[in-house]
T-cell receptor, first 112, second 112 residues
Framework: EAQVTQNPRYLITVTGKKLTVTCSQN?????MSWYRQDPGLGLRQIYY???????DKGDVPEGYKVSRKEKRNFPLILESPSPNQTSLYFC???????????FGPGTRLTVL | GEDVEQSLFLSVREGDSSVINCTYT??????LYWYKQEPGAGLQLLTY?????DMKQDQRLTVLLNKKDKHLSLRIADTQTGDSAIYFC????????????FGSGTRLSIRP
């Protein structure tokens, strides 16, 4: 089954404690993205990757890092989380030659 | 910069038609999308339209595009309780590498 998986689905942490949210897709997609969803703001892109070892900043990259060492994985790293990073995070992937973007189920992060 | 705007809420009676509106600012937008987000889930692509089209119909869904006014709408005929969700309008430019810009989402609620 074609899918994008994210882990964990829910996470409560404290300010400053490094965390990683994993994202994996099984469709051999070139493009992968991370978004955060906040009430009234829709989805805002954090980082995206057009292929292995190619990553670029989206609209709200501050406080986040990503890596793309393998095509299927695109982890989101928060080196020192802060309360303003409390949000719902979505990973997404799509093929370079189609417009269908597949979204993961989301990770709800709370930073205390 | 590019912007996509939608109203936040819409309430319709079951069996009526729902019309969700969206405006965008980027005149170079080439692909315009409608995504559906059900509670607790990620976004699912419902339909999309190219900028050289003015209408697309797919079963109960009709998308209308007014390129001159940069206005996109999604009409859902015979709205059912299962249509309750948040609907996101999104756009991107011609290049397959272009960023997808999302609106803030319209929450559609169905009343009996």
């Amino acid at each position: 089954e074609a899918q994008v998986t994210q882990n964990p689905r829910y996470l409560i942490t404290v300010t400053g404690k490094k965390l990683t949210v994993t994202c994996s897709q099984n469709m051999n997609h070139e493009y992968m993205s991370w978004y955060r969803q906040d009430p009234g703001l829709g989805l805002r892109q954090i980082y995206y990757s057009m292929n292995v070892e190619v990553t670029d900043k989206g609209d709200v990259p501050e406080g986040y890092k990503v890596s793309r060492k393998e095509k299927r994985n695109f982890p989101l790293i928060l080196e020192s989380p802060s309360p303003n990073q409390t949000s719902l995070y979505f990973c997404a992937s799509r093929s370079a030659d189609t417009d269908t973007q597949y979204f993961g189920p989301g990770t709800r992060l709370t930073v205390l | 910069g590019e912007d996509v705007e939608q109203s936040l809420f819409l309430s319709v009676r079951e069996g009526d038609s729902s019309v969700i509106n969206c405006t965008y600012t980027d005149s170079s937008s080439t692909y315009l999308y409608w995504y559906k987000q059900e509670p607790g889930a990620g976004l699912q692509l419902l339909t999309y339209i190219f900028s050289n089209m003015d209408m697309k119909q797919d079963q109960r869904l009709t998308v209308l595009l007014n390129k001159k006014d940069k206005h996109l709408s999604l009409r859902i005929a015979d709205t059912q309780t299962g249509d309750s969700a948040i609907y996101f309008c999104a756009e991107r430019g011609y290049s397959s590498a272009s960023k997808i810009i999302f609106g803030s989402g319209t929450r559609l609620s169905i009343r009996p």
